[in-house]
């Protein structure tokens, strides 16, 4: 099993940052992808983004340019940057992770922007 805990969501102003974190525990040798996915009030979850074990990311067209992710496999870790938030970013976020091809997923973070 592989437990996935994330902090750093929150209220911010449109324009601001804030910085998602969610850290891997258990089973976790042989992670290849770790990413966030977001579900917005009446949507869907979509995906955010993704980071591969060898550094190679992935990104919806909407937050490309704003948004970043990061990992420190030592840690165990996956990080999401965000910048310049609007509104439309308000979500619950959520880590995932890809260990011998099966996905594990986070508890959700709740990120509102306010305008």
């Known amino acids: 099993q592989v437990q996935l805990v994330e902090s750093g969501g929150g209220l911010v102003q449109a324009g601001g940052s804030l910085r998602l974190s969610c850290a891997a525990s258990?089973?976790?040798?042989?992670?290849?992808?770790m990413g966030w996915y977001r579900q917005a009030p009446g949507k869907q979850r979509e995906l955010v983004g993704t980071?591969?074990?060898?550094?190679?990311?992935n990104y919806a067209d909407s937050v490309k340019g704003r948004f970043t992710i990061s990992r420190d496999s030592a840690k165990n870790t996956v990080y999401l940057q965000m910048n310049s938030l609007t509104p439309e970013d308000t979500a619950v976020y959520y880590c995932?992770?890809?260990?011998?091809?099966?996905?594990?997923w986070g508890q959700g973070t709740q990120v509102t922007v306010s305008s």
């Open positions: 995932y992770v890809v260990v011998n091809g099966v996905a594990y």
């Open positions: 258990g089973r976790v040798v042989g992670i290849v992808t």
């Open positions: 980071i591969t074990s060898s550094g190679t990311t």
